[in-house]
C-alpha cells in the first residue's frame, strides 16, 4: 500500500506527473491537491484502471491536511516556473502542512530555484521538530535525463538514449549542474574535442532555457518534467517497497549519511550543507551518500565554479525561513 500525494497537481507539470503516477500499479492511492482544478483532474485520471484511488482537493475545508493525512511520498511541482520570491512562499507553506500532517513522509522537491527550496523545506521541519535529512529530496532526475539525450544525440543512436547512464551533480540551476560525462556508460566517441565537451556541458546546464525559449517564454519543461519526476519517484516508491541497492543523484542534506557526507565535502573541497550526489535509496530514505569518483580535471573545475553559487542559493532558502520567523 503506497499513498502518493501530488502537491501542484493541476499544473503543467503536475497533470502529466499525476498521470504517470496514476499509471504505477504500486501506488494504491493518489490525492491531488492544488489551489484550482484538483477535482476535474482526479475525475478523468479515476476513470484509468489501474489501483489507484483518486482524489481531488482544494484549499477549502482543510484540503491539504486531508491530502496529506496517511501520505507515503510527497511530490511538490507547486510554484510558477522563474519565480523564486512567489516560489519560496508557497513551498514553506506546503512544508509546513507536511510537517505538521505527514512527518514521516518522503518529500520530493520539484518547486524551483531547487538549491533553495530544499533549504527550505529543512528548515520548516527543524521548526516544528521533525527534521530527517535521511527523507527530503530535491529532484535533479531531469539533468540526469537530459544528459542520457544529449549523449545519445550525439553517439548518433537516439535508441541508446534510455541505457545511457550520465551522473549529474552539484545542483539544479545553470553553473551549479555538473555533469560527469567522463563516467558516461556510453563514452563520447573517441577523439571528442574540448571545446564539443565544453558546448555538450553548457547545454545540460542551460537546458531549461531550450525549453523556456522554445515555449517563446509561456513556461518552463514540464513533459520532461513530469517524465524525470516520476523517474525518480518510482525509484522511492521501489525503495519504500524494499528493493535495495537503488542509487539515483539528487539534491539532498549531506547530514543524511553523516560519513559519506564528510567524505564528498573532502572531495568537492567545501562545507557545503546541502549537494546533489549519487544517493543510495532504502525504506527509510537515504541509506548513503557515494563518492563522486574519478573526474577528470575539467569536471574538478566545474565543481569549483558550482560551490560559491550552491552557497549562495542554499544561504537564501535558510534565511528565507530565519526570516519569516520575525
Ligand atoms: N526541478 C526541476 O527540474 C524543474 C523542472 C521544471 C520546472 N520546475 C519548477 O516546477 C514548478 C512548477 O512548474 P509548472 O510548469 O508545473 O508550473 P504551472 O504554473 O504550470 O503549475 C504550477 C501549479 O502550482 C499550483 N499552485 C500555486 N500555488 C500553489 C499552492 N500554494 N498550493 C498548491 N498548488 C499551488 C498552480 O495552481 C499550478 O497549478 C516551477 O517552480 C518550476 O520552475 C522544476
Ligand atoms: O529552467 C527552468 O526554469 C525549469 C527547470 O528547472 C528546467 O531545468 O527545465
Do not use: C, W
Given at each position: ?11 503543467g ?18 490525492s ?6 484538483t ?5 478523468d ?27 507515503d ?7 510558477v516556473p ?7 512562499g ?14 514521516k ?9 531547487v ?13 516544528h ?15 540526469v535525463v537530459?544528459?542520457s539525450?544529449?549523449?545519445?544525440e ?6 541508446k538514449?534510455p ?15 555538473v555533469?560527469?560525462l567522463?563516467q ?6 573517441s ?10 556541458t ?12 522554445a515555449?517563446?517564454?509561456a513556461?518552463?519543461?514540464t513533459?520532461?518534467?513530469a ?5 525518480f ?12 541497492g537503488?542509487?539515483?543523484p539528487?539534491f539532498v542534506?549531506?547530514?543524511?549519511d ?5 567524505a564528498?565535502k ?8 546541502y ?19 574519478k ?5 574538478t573545475?566545474l565543481?569549483k ?14 534565511s ?7
Amino acid at each position: 500500500m503506497v499513498k502518493a500525494v501530488v502537491l501542484g497537481a493541476a499544473g503543467g507539470i503536475g497533470q502529466p506527473l499525476s498521470l504517470l503516477l496514476k499509471a504505477n500499479p504500486n501506488v494504491t492511492e493518489l490525492s491531488l491537491y492544488d489551489i484550482v482544478n484538483t477535482p476535474g483532474v482526479a475525475a478523468d485520471l479515476s476513470h484509468i484502471a489501474t489501483p489507484a484511488k483518486v482524489v481531488g482537493y482544494l484549499p477549502p475545508d482543510d484540503g491539504l491536511k486531508k491530502a496529506l493525512t496517511g501520505a507515503d511520498i510527497v511530490v511538490i511541482p507547486a510554484g510558477v516556473p522563474r519565480k523564486p520570491g512567489i516560489n519560496a512562499g508557497i513551498v514553506r507553506d506546503l512544508a509546513t502542512g507536511i510537517a505538521t500532517t505527514a512527518p514521516k513522509a518522503f518529500v520530493l522537491v520539484i518547486s524551483n530555484p531547487v538549491n533553495s527550496t530544499v533549504p527550505i523545506v529543512a528548515e520548516v521541519f527543524k521548526q516544528h521538530g521533525v527534521f530527517n535529512p535521511k527523507k527530503i529530496f530535491g529532484v535533479t532526475t531531469l539533468d540526469v535525463v537530459r544528459a542520457s539525450t544529449f549523449v545519445a544525440e550525439i553517439l548518433g543512436d537516439l535508441g541508446k538514449a534510455p541505457s545511457v547512464v550520465v551522473p549529474v551533480v552539484g545542483g539544479h540551476s545553470g553553473v551549479t549542474i555538473v555533469p560527469l560525462l567522463s563516467q558516461s556508460s556510453h563514452p563520447l566517441p573517441s577523439g571528442f574535442a574540448q571545446d564539443a565537451l565544453e558546448q555538450l556541458t553548457n547545454r545540460i546546464q542551460f537546458g531549461g532555457d531550450e525549453v523556456v525559449k522554445a515555449k517563446d517564454g509561456a513556461g518552463s519543461a514540464t513533459l520532461s518534467m513530469a517524465y524525470a519526476g516520476v523517474e525518480f519517484a518510482n525509484k522511492i516508491i521501489r525503495a519504500v517497497k524494499g528493493e535495495k541497492g537503488l542509487v539515483a543523484p539528487t539534491f539532498v542534506n549531506l547530514a543524511a549519511d553523516a560519513a559519506g557526507g564528510e567524505a564528498l565535502k573532502k572531495e568537492i573541497g567545501s562545507d557545503l550543507e546541502y549537494f546533489s550526489a549519487p544517493v543510495e535509496l532504502g525504506a527509510e530514505g537515504v541509506v548513503a551518500i557515494k563518492s563522486l569518483g574519478k573526474i577528470s580535471e575539467y569536471e574538478t573545475k566545474l565543481i569549483k565554479a558550482a560551490v560559491p553559487e550552491l552557497q549562495t542559493n542554499i544561504e537564501k532558502g535558510v534565511s528565507f525561513i530565519g526570516a519569516s520567523k520575525l
